[in-house]
């Protein structure tokens, strides 16, 4: 938080309130893009010609068969074939009869019939499955079902203690407990206390036979102790009684003591003698070692001759131990390796916006099914038919039931009828003399004949029926008509029927009538009843199964019509409309359900077996009723079986007026269908007949209604058409009067008189060659002469054919309808037209083009619904016309006509497309003397369409439909070469070049529409985009891949850096899809490329970086790389799209099956090496190690982390910097200003605004991170891998931040290379091939450039490490992240609204988040979730740092002699270092850290320069590091540490040659002091532990134990215990800041002769201090800090001037005059670039603190030696500060306003708990605009969560504090206000120019 004048502030907050505006961020964004497009002049980058592919591969066919990996190189033989695959059809028997073929003459019907009969076209590419995204891989290698499960110290319980007993020694030494009180500790901090408090104390001996006393608040040792006495430094225990009786003091080395007392005199001498004995034994023990090291002390001389040798043999023998165990931990390591992009996030997606539709072949489809069973139809008029009386009770006379589907929505009947004979066979046998006559003249059917292999007794008597609807809803209804034999008048039948009295009377009367009847006129039917009931329940198909048959209502007689019945049916849910019918006393029974797969045994509406069918006399065969599609494009289907069938709707004659015949009155119409008028013409046998009868008859009879002369008829008349019609195809109608008249008796003459002709009529079926389907009104006659149907009228009383005796005077009297359900004819003229023209033309007719166009333009007019009823013929046809075309006019109508077809197509029914160029497709056999190639007759068609700008209708239909073309294209170009037998040539063979310049002739006209139609026709442009990818994607299978090459190079023309989003989209969309080609690898020849015969790879020298020679030789990924590198300098949804593209690929690469061996995903790995470029291009951007949205713990000034989540975020406000030569200083600087107010959500992406310079600022709004961000780029790269040629465009890189998503998917892509190239790698034993190209990618690379790799390595370890289960659940919940409006709001608040300091704000914000971490809560998504997500971290985790690790064992081993320069004291060796150190630094595994620490021995072991020779950062910030992991909650990490903590000691001590180890000794003790002043909580059983473990080790190293080194090692963890106990109560007073900095103060004075000790502590107030916002006694540490380095400099003779520099700073100053020269100075390593660095830091602080007085004073040091060092660059920046610095002096001076922190004083009263401090006052100092509540809250919270809540009371005014009214309360705080602090008599400095 920037410490900020008013000015600044108001500013500040201005600028935020803009940004933080809801939805203002895509404005914001846009105004980015456009401010950077106009600013920021970027380049496109130049065109780069591809290799000729066929003629390399000719060249390098040698190297090519000696690769081992060959198979990648080359594309497999037959990579594609053509195949038929056989047509399978429902039905058990042939789709089309066998004779219709024979039949057949018409073009129309001969297409359809070998559509239907021809098996599917396939063009199958073998390796299909491998050329979409790694979705769709067929073997893709799922994520294991068990990922291990790894441990993390994050996961442990915070509150989790361990039992200190089990932390003893099994040494069975001397161990006691029991009560004491203690009281009066006096250490090195000077606090005293005059109470004892009861502990309860545990004395025990430790692993290393030390003892410790712990002490506890009760009973429960297990618990971390509250405090602990080492007793290996105490000097002795004496009797002390003069505070306490039975008291006994404990005296240490450093002069302190603990005053203990026992409850008894007793128990005193108990512990004063058991601790006696234990100092008794240690002091032997001590004086032994002593004896010991004096006896066998060496000299040099001795060291330098065989002792030496020894020596080292020895400790040779001990790295050897620690090298097998490395080694053992290396093969545990690489066991079980796991692919990164298993692990990954985005493979586990369900993403299907990239997968193709799934593509089947045509099948006949059926809407909404089920069946209608029918079981009974009975009427209450029952009674005994048989003769004699004897049977069933049944109906007294056979009724015929007629089922169809009726939709009353839109009035319609929607099935064909459903007839079904209910009647009880003794019923059926009183029709047994009218079954001749009714079944056509054939007398009864019997069980020999068989229709379709079926008997035809099986198919007589149907009783249930399966029913489709395509368009269910709930006005559809089931209708049952009800029929009876002919008897007379409706009303007169049914009267019986609707009575219910004397029903035994009546019942016979009924039953002789009905006798005479069926005898007489049995094959008569006349109407009767109706029923009906709904079908369905909603429009969604559910059937309505509760719904029953309505009631059976009576026929009327006046509207027996189906558009009557519709009309009924309209008022069939209103009962008071219903109740006005008629009803006859009967009951229906026909169930309806859904069709399952009982029904097995089934016949189609044609009588044809479907599959499963089953013979047998007791099986019921159930029928599939034909339904009447509405003529709907959307409801059509493409026809996939023969059908033919014809249905007649006889519906009025109007015979009142007619005088030709004296009786006409019950009128029965026979239909018959003939072929010929002729005199002994035939009806032919083509009629179903009705159940009970022949299956076909030669005719038909319709319902008779009693005495009426104008008859309406709802008959339904199915017939069976011939294949082929002709002219002479007729419906011949005979009219009859039907006597009903049954008193006579049943003569032979009487006979004859039942039925008499009363007229014909005839209707042609062909009209125009199409059938007639529509209602028609013919004339009758009243004879049937030869040769009717030649009869025409010629006008004017004239006719021509024979005499023809009409009545009613010609008069149109007989309507009749019908409808055709056929898939081989067709109703739409234009269709047929074209079809008979074609004909026309095949027979040998002169074809006119002319006239060929008219009919093709005529089929734009075709119906919609027959366009798709015949797709695959009309396709068909169409496609052999254009490859007949010798007229471009003819071949461009055709493909217009293919446009028009397909985008009605398009509508819904795309799949139906997709089916036809799959599977029915075939291009015309070639002749090159009769007709051209499909393919290539289209493409010039298709070149032709895109160049006409007036017909741009179609042009954009093309465009939007490309795919269908396009595949068309490659299926002919398939089929033709393996046809042709041309596959076998050379690919630049295989197509002449004409085709190939109109291929490209289409690419080249194909882009201009794409580029420019993006945003007025988006769907058109990416269609055409996708289409073209996939054809281009295509070709490489088909043509020269050179050619190939260039399409795609012309297609990239046409895009250029700064395009709009969309124009991004569509390129990267074409490089996903051409890059997922199935052979990918071998297109990017992934093998050296050199003049040399083979290459080896370390031999390269352009395969690192995007070379034009790279994307050239590797032509498709240079391509990509280029693209994404180019995409990164664009905003963020391009980034993302581009990275998207580039880590699918990788992913697909990885489970590709094909290439599942280590060698073959190494030499992938290479072709992604220029990857390595592009990341350093831009890793500044990528350099975001704060993954976390909570930033725990600031760094500390000293570099080092804390281990837990923080990271080195940067200081948050920075004196003025020079703007770096990073940016062009010609870009315009609203770039920057926009762009850094657009911070992404992880607040890492961009500066944030509190890191902003504002009006008087300079500093670069680029990089605020101090802490992390890079080294200054060298200029000199002259050593360099070569980046020029590499540039992605652009002469300015972009300098924001990426977002954290984009740079995992980054990273993910560059560890998946790395561990590609180092997979099996084993140090020492097993090196890869591939590794020679990463080893010479570092041989090439400049030092700038590593440690720009390594920093990628770091951030890499950052970006993917386990946050902990707690954190995922968190996170789970959305309670993780924090917007960044409220983050911004929190920047711009006053700095301070209490002692939290600068960082409240934000720490109100995340108050909860530590209590995520250290409790469990219910978490809101279920704990498997949790569980499972952070077992894929974990692994995550563990496996990046496994693969970093490996990186890092290997540069250390091949660069041993580089990073050993100036004694390892170099930036690469420092670069190293900390990458390594941060595995430590930040959470690991337990299994990986094990691993770590291995390659950390190793480090130590083979550069043991770097950590004792020279300056000693690195040694102390390993210490630091290892000493935190000593602490670990995990066992095995401490153990670990310890002994690496060890291997350095002894290290160190073989270093110095068996004299010492004083660096190491002394860094511990440094690095223990800091994790104290951190709070780090060392100090507790588990660091004892480790400090027991690392005595141990010296104890048991016999190679030293004849040396002084156990000793000095039991000597320093002595020195340990002794900084912890002085040190104990900064734990206690963790949470009270002003309390820790004075006891850090008091600790830090104490080692004012130790600098280092001293630095460290000052160091540690000053990050307190920064913490607490207390920003100008941060700025006096950091003089203080700067003094004691001057001093020790002066000392030294480096640097002239002393501590006393500082006085016009400080008067302070003169304590670091105090220094000594002590043994640990010699191991001190300042020298003036130190110096200069802390006085820039000095600097800095004051800056922040507004201390600008100060700053002159600072950098008069400064200045005289960067002039001496002739540095103008930092003297530039220098005075530059110092011109801000005197600005705001002057401007302060001015306003007279500066608020620098606000005063309180604070009095304490309470001798209980206060003691000393009773009564006393302070003043303490916040930070500005601290409110007096804030404070009192502060301190009340404090202290009641000390001493209680009931305890302490405040008291807010001046006055003299009464305490006699306050007895009752223990402790009180007296708060007021100071305007201004104490007035103190200190002279304020003043400055040179006063």
Known sequence: MLAESPLMAQETRRFTRALSKPGTAAELRQSVSEVVRTSIFVAKPKDIEPIDYENVLLQKKAQIISDPIRDMLLFPNEDFQIGMLKRHGRTLLPIVPENARKEAHSLLVTECIKTYNTDWHLVHFKYEDYSGDFRQLANKAPRPEKLPVHVFEVDEDVDKDEDTASLGSQKGGITKQGWLHKGNMNSAISVTMRSFKRRFFHLTQLGDGSYILNFYKDEKISKEPKGSIFLDSCMGVVQNNRIRRFAFELKMQDKSSYLLAADSDQEMDEWIGSLNKILQSTFEAAMQEKRNGESLEISDDELSGQGRSEHVTSWESLHCEFTKSAREIETKKNEGRLKLFVLDADTQKLDFSNIEPDVKPFEEKFGKRFVVKCNDLSFNLQSCVAENEEGPTTNVEPFFVTLALFDIKNNRKISADFHVDLNHPTVRHMLSNSTSIMNGGDGLATSQKSINGIPESMLQHPKQGIFSVTCPHQDIFLVARVEKVLQGGITQCAEPYMKSSDSAKVAQKVLKNAKQACSRLGQYRMPFAWAARPVFKDSQGNLDKSARFSALYRQDSNKPSDENLLKLLLDFRKPDKMIKLPVILGNLDINIDNVSSEFLTCVNSSYIPVKRFENGPKVTVTHEVEEFVPCLAKLSQPFTTYNNHFYIYPKHLKYDSQKSFAKARNIAVRIEFRDSDEEDSQPLKCIYGRPGGSVFTKYAFTMVLHHHQNPEFYDEIKMELPTQLHERHHLLFTFYHVSCDNSSKGTTKKREAIESQVGYAWLPLLKDGRVVTSENQIPVSANLPLGYLSYQELGMGKHSGPEVKWVDGAKHIFKVATHLVSTVYTQDQHLNNFFQYCQKCDSGAQASGTELVKFLKSLHAMESHVMINFLPTILNQLFRVLARATQEDVAVNVTRVLVHIVSQCHEGLEHYLRSYIKFVFKTEPYNSSKCKTVHEELTKSMTVLLRTTADFLTCNKLLKYSWFFLEALIKSMAQHLIETGKLKLFRNQRFPASYQHTVETLVNLLMPHITQKYKDKPEEARNANHSLAVFIKRCFSLMDRGFVFKQINNYMKWFSPGNPKTLFELKFEFLRVICNHEHYIPLNLPMPFGKGRVQRYQDLQLDFTLTDDFCKNHFLVGLLLREVGSALQEYRDVRQIAIGVLKSL??????????????????????????????????????????????????????????????????????????????????????????????????????????????????????????????????????????????????????????????????????????????????????????????????????????????????CLHQFRYMGKRYIARNQEGLGPISITHEKKAQTLPVSRSRTGMMHARLQQLSSLDNSYTFNHSYAHSDADVLHQSLVEANIATEVCLTVLDMMGLFTHVFKGQLLADNGHNPLMKKVFNVLLCFVQINQSEMALKAVFAALRNLVYKFPSTFFEGRADMCATMCYEILKCCNSKLSTIREDASTLLYFLMRNNFEWTRRRSFVRTHLQVIIAVSQLIADVVGIGGTRFQQSLAIINNCANCDRSVKATGFPSEVKDLTKRIRTVLMATAQMKEHENDPEMLVDLQYSLAKSYASTPELRKTWLDSMAKIHVKNGDLSEAAMCYIHVAALVTEYLKRKGIFKQGCTAFKMITPNIDEEAAMMEDVGMQDVHYNEDVLMELLEQCADGLWKAERYELISNVYKLIIPVYEKRREFEKLAHLYDTLHQAYKKIAEVIQTGKRLLGTYFRVAFFGQGFFEDEDGKEYIYKEPKLTQLSEVSQRLLKLYSDKFGPENVRMIYDDGKVRRAAFENICLLCQFSFLSSPLSLNLMQPVASFD
Request: overall charge neutral; aromatic content about 8%.
């Open 1146 to 1355: 990788m992913i697909k690469h990885t489970f590709d099956d094909r290439y599942t061996a280590k060698s073959q995903q190494a030499r992938i790995a290479t072709l992604y090496l220029p990857l390595f470029g592009l990341l350093l291009e831009n890793v500044q951007r990528i350099n975001v190690k704060d993954c976390s949205p909570f930033p725990m713990n600031q760094a500390s000034n000293s570099g080092k982390e804390d281990s837990s989540f923080s990271l080195q975020t940067g200081n948050t406000m920075l004196t003025p910097q020079k703007l770096g030569n990073t940016l062009d200083n010609s870009i315009h600087k609203d770039v920057f200003g926009v762009i850094s107010g657009t911070a992404s959500p992880h607040g890492s992406s961009t500066p944030t605004i509190s890191a902003v310079r504002h009006a008087d600022s300079r500093g670069s709004l680029i990089s605020t991170d101090s802490a992390t961000s890079l080294p200054e780029r060298n200029s000199d790269k002259n050593n360099s891998l070569d980046k020029n040629h590499g540039c992605v465009g652009g002469s300015v890189m972009r300098c924001d931040k990426l977002e954290q998503t984009e740079i995992r998917s980054l990273l993910m892509c560059f560890l998946h290379v790395l561990k590609s190239m180092s997979d099996g790698f084993v140090l020492g034993k097993y090196y890869p091939r591939s590794l020679d190209a990463l080893i010479t990618y570092w041989n090439k690379a400049s030092t700038a450039e590593l440690m720009d790799f390594f920093t990628i390595l770091e951030v």
